[in-house]
């Protein structure tokens, strides 16, 4: 009879995450409480889950819809930032201020602790799994910690762009367009009206007089979101791509808010994924 060998992993405690890594992978695995998948090709398939783990050792837990928690997988999840290799203290620095590097330890120790990172040299770190990292960070995200405004304004087409251009020169990066707007300037799919923005909260103020803009109950063709951290500024694409125009928010920040904004934002979310994300994440040497 020929030999078949398989890789089985076993572990006093199993997560539904590592699990799915296994079966990625091709690897069995069980664990003490009799939870198992086994499979042998051609020989031998066998799975029973459901137990509740006999031992459970401590794992480091982190909140991923915190803002501060935010910062570090934006920057993470970053295209331009694929291949990089973090150290900790490199990452407290990219998220700074706000962020201790008590918060990055935890942060990344549960990261990689769900196999989304990978130690290397020197104590680092780097992404190895953005898809699944991004829907963990789109399950946990609270699109409404986000408020929103209505506005109306005369201007259109080029006059329109143009005030934006001098909104987001005037308040140094402060004001980007989001969800559908920045979409359409990276993956254009799902066209609808209305302008979407990012604007902080100090800046409304110049927003309203620059584009001419009155806050509306009804009949907006303008949607500002006020965000409950500045992060959403950090990492934008930098507001140039062949023409003079305001920020967009980064792709992964595009994602989230895509998917949670309602309308055809999930469409609209996938598209940007596949068209944007998924090409420069490959790119850039990550599985995907």
């Known amino acids: 009879m020929k030999r078949v060998r398989v ?3 076993a572990a006093p405690s199993i997560s539904p995450r590592m699990a799915e890594i296994c079966e990625r992978h091709g690897w069995s695995w069980f664990d003490l409480a009799g939870n198992h998948r086994l499979d042998v090709p051609g020989l031998l398939r066998l799975q029973s889950v459901g137990a509740e783990p006999t031992h459970r050792r401590p794992r480091p837990t982190a909140n991923l819809s915190t803002p501060e928690a935010s910062r570090v997988i934006r920057a993470l999840l970053a295209p331009e930032h ?3 290799r973090w150290t900790q203290r490199d990452m407290q620095k990219e998220c700074e201020p706000k962020v201790s590097l008590g918060l990055v330890n935890k942060v990344v120790r549960y990261l990689h602790d769900e196999a989304f990172v990978e130690r290397v040299e020197a104590g680092g770190f780097r992404l190895v799994d953005p898809v699944k990292l991004l829907f963990a960070w789109r399950e946990a995200y609270r699109f409404d910690r986000q408020e929103r405004r209505g506005y109306f304004t005369l201007l259109q087409g080029t006059r329109l762009r143009d005030a934006l251009a001098r909104l987001g020169a005037q308040t140094g990066g402060y004001a980007a367009y989001a969800a559908f707007s920045a979409a359409e300037f990276q993956a254009p799919h799902v066209r609808q009206p209305k302008t979407w923005l990012y604007v902080r909260e100090h800046e409304v103020s110049k927003f309203e007089e620059l584009v001419e803009a ?3 109950e009804s009949g ?3 949607v500002v979101l006020i965000p409950n951290d500045d992060g ?13 125009r305001m920020r967009c928010t980064n792709p992964a920040q595009m994602y989230v808010d895509l998917y949670h904004c309602g309308g055809r934002g999930e469409e609209a979310a996938d598209a940007l994924l596949e068209q944007r994300l998924k090409p ?3 790119r850039r040497g990550l599985s995907v």
């Open 7 to 9: 890789r089985v992993l």
């Open 82 to 84: 694929g291949e990089k």
């Open 214 to 216: 009155k806050p509306v």
């Open 220 to 222: 907006e063709n303008l």
């Open 232 to 244: 959403v500024f950090f990492l934008s694409d930098g507001g140039i791509l062949g023409d003079h």
């Open 280 to 282: 420069e994440w490959k």
